[in-house]
């Protein structure tokens, strides 16, 4: 496996551990990217490591930031809590002593002004990189290092295409492409990273004219 100089410098952050700070930052920014920058709620479970130590490295801090879309080098992270009060948006943390599949992992619910609600699990694997490991439910498996579309839809012949083929249209190119499902013919999530990133029209053409699509929204 090949190391870059990021791997051994770490992220340019405000924070002690880029784990525990920059990358539950970048946990809490998928809840809102999720909602299109507009939080109305949101709730956060720390697990592991997260949850052992996160007080003292300041994890409870940084992941609220995120939601509210602060980035990892800013130094209006330490405030996240004051600026979470001031835009009168409930962002409740909890410290679990459940044993996680991995030590630094979070359970993030976040609902939009429009109503759409989100529940993920998100996990910092160090240097401030991340992995989304669950979507309301489903499995999926992505680092947000790439424009990321997230499709829900039905397990049904012809939907993947129909996708691929609105993105080719509008000149966006698929860097990884992975499909994950409950059950066969049942619910499925169809997760596309993509060089550049999918805009909104795009998305609404998606949602709009391929039937079995239920939701899809960017990171």
Known sequence: MSISLFDIIGPRMIGPSSSHTAGAV??????NRLVNGKVKAARVTLYGSFAETGRGHGT????????LGVNPDQGTIRYAKLL???????????????????PNTARV????????EYTYIGTSIGGG?????????????FSGEYPTLVCFHQDAPGIISKVTSILALEKINVAFMKVFRSER??????????DTPVDEATRLRI????DGITEACTL
Do not use: L, W
């Not at 619910?109 to 759409?116: F, I, L, S, T």
């Not at 949602?207 to 391929?210: D, I, L, M």
């Open 207 to 210: 949602v709009n004219n391929v």
């Open 109 to 116: 619910y976040v609902q939009g002004e429009d109503g759409k």
């Open 60 to 67: 409870d801090t940084a992941i609220v930031a995120g939601i």
């Open 26 to 31: 970048r946990i809490g920014q998928v809840a």
């Open 84 to 102: 979470a009060k001031e835009a009168d948006v409930d962002i409740p943390v909890f410290f679990s002593s459940e044993e996680p599949e991995h």
């Open 185 to 194: 013919r049942q619910g499925a999530c169809m997760v596309i990273e993509t």
């Open 129 to 141: 990189r991340i992995r989304v490991t669950s979507i309301n439910g489903m499995e999926v498996s």
